[in-house]
């Protein structure tokens, strides 16, 4: 992979790794085929004639895909703009068609979430997360055993920021059997673990293309039945009017053919060596690294070395062609303290020394090698100066 860095006005090309696939994973060949081959179509999904079945076809064919690997059933896959648009149906037209009378969310949602539980003007009920980076039961259990209304919990199943996969069979458990509604946001899970939509207890749950190797700007929100009529968009009657807009068939037919592919390219790449690799290499040489978070997906790592700030070791890694994230980049760009490592009870200095490495499915144990050693680098940098300045 190259990349094109402007340098003192002129262009040079060196080569990137790319190490932060939470962020939004490289184009799949198989979506980047499948978008090319449907760029060429013309037409409209909704017309009748020959070029519109053709479109149509190939949106029939993404559902099942995304179907397929949500475990769900065809009829329960609505296409969406983004994950952010599907969290953002489930919450505001969730709350609506339901009546909530609160959201309950944890303290280490995705804004997504968060954002939309304030948009929906109710009171919002945070539950906090464990050490661990676990959402806290104990308070889910207490808040539904004292609820009034009918709340809408909404929480995520992997943590973008620490990989933490959420005790989700005992929040459903929790939640399932009661009145309450129950989403999730799925969008790290998804391709990663078993989804098992149609059969498990989420009323609603979302899913992102970028997220597994599609395009950004495709999403999905899958509904149960009685949650049919959770709208957003109400349009002109597209997704069975679920969701108005002319669907983006390109841009799902390659959503679909990510999907379809992306469970063989993670197997492939055998990401949760590498990351149990990089920590082993970076344990060897800074025995003080902390990774935060327990019971995490295999794909991710979120570590800190007390002393080395993120912003510093970005910058430094960057100029080594390494792109990672410190797991808290606001749409700014700027580094931002972490809601989620906060609400873990790390403490803010050893939280400013976060940084986030995330694989998929075209990474390598060349980068996670190159990660090692540029981290390394930029380690004994700032020992070389503290003990200069000592
Ligand atoms: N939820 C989680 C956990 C995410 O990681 C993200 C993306 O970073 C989103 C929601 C939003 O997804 P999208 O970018 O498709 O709107």
Partial sequence: MFSAHALHGSVMTRPAIYLDHNAASPLLPEARDALVAALALTGNPSSVHAHGRALRNLIDAARTQIATLAGAERKQVVF????TEAITQAIVGGAKTFASSAIVISAGEHAAVAKAAEATGLPVITIGLLPDGSVDL??????????????????????NETGVIQPIERINALVGPTRHTLFIDAVQAFGKLPLDFAASAPDMMAVSGHKIGAPAGIGALLVKSHADTVRLIPGGGQEQGRRGGTEAAAVIAAFGAAAAAIQARYAEAGVTRLIERLEADLKAFSPDMVVFGANRLGNVTNFAVPGVKNATAMMGLDLLGLSVSSGSACSSGKVGPSHVLAAMGVSPGLADCALRVSLGWNSTAHDVDAFVAGYQSILQRQRARQEQAA
């Fill in 80 to 83: 969406t703009g983004s994950a």
């Fill in 138 to 159: 104990d308070q889910l259990a207490e808040i539904i055993a004292s609820a009034e209304g009918n709340l809408l919990v909404a929480l995520h199943w992997v943590n």
